[in-house]
């Protein structure tokens, strides 16, 4: 367990805590192989093929990342997923809120 910045007295719950964690990095990594691991390499050099195999390695970059990272930065990373969702979220409800209000006036 030294690999992942745990101390060597490793217990179960924490062995299930880096599985749970990980296993979203395992199954965007299996999307990835199934849906666009053709089309990682660009047919050609005009902008928009280069873009969308861009895209499709930013999603292998993604799974890697969660497959790798030591146990306090993968936490840090989900912290970091879940603020940023819960601040889309409140844009939205803010957003809705507001036209609502307008609609009534």
């Not at 749970?20 to 395992?26: A, C, E, N, Q, S």
């Not at 999307?31 to 047919?43: C, F, G, K, N, R």
Request: proline share 4%.
């Amino acid at each position: 367990m030294q690999v992942w910045g745990l101390p060597r007295e490793d217990t179960w719950y924490m062995v299930t805590l880096l599985c749970v964690l990980r296993l979203p990095g395992i199954a965007l990594l299996d999307i990835w192989w199934m849906d666009h691991s053709a089309t990682s390499v660009p047919l050609s050099l005009q902008l928009s093929d280069v873009a969308d195999s861009g895209i499709n390695l930013l999603l292998l970059v993604l799974a890697l990342v969660l497959l790798l990272l030591p146990l306090a930065e993968l936490v840090t990373v989900y912290a970091h997923m879940l603020s940023c969702g819960s601040l889309g979220l409140a844009f939205l409800i803010a957003t809705q809120f507001v036209e609502e209000e307008g609609r009534q006036k």
